[in-house]
């Protein structure tokens, strides 16, 4: 029976992680090119707030009850973008860091092996 239940999660996540617009833009941002795009993506957090918002106001005028996934979705939502605005900058810095690290290797072990030919 977990097993079971352990499957169905499994797939379930790399469903969502294929399938789902968010879930794709989020993973695009995670490559190196795209880290610079963390923070710009933050805004998309607004209008996911709005909507959360609406939908919210139309549960409050008596709207119908399931309204309420939607407002966990779009909260959901608001949160992977705000968060994941820090996230890419404290990648991107270590990633440039490393590749600083490896071009002065690189520069170093250049000036030695022409150190050795002279």
């Known amino acids: 029976m977990i ?6 999660s ?3 996540r790399a469903f ?3 399938y789902m617009p968010t879930n794709i833009l989020l993973d695009a941002i995670r490559t190196r090119r795209g880290l610079k795009w963390g923070v710009p993506a933050m805004l998309l957090a ?6 959360a918002s609406t939908f919210t106001t139309l549960i409050t005028d008596g709207g119908p009850g399931w309204l309420n996934l939607l407002v966990l979705l779009c909260l959901w939502n608001t949160m992977k973008f705000i968060i994941m ?10 990633v440039r860091v490393r590749e600083a690290v490896t071009f002065h290797a690189q520069r170093r072990a250049a000036t030695d092996l022409a150190k050795q030919i002279v």
């Not at 607004?46 to 909507?51: E, H, M, N, Q």
């Open 10 to 12: 499994v797939h379930t």
């Open 3 to 8: 097993r079971q239940l352990w499957t169905l």
């Open 46 to 51: 607004v209008p996911y707030l709005l909507a």
């Open 85 to 94: 605005g820090p996230v890419s900058l404290i990648l991107l810095a270590r």
């Open 16 to 18: 969502l992680r294929r």
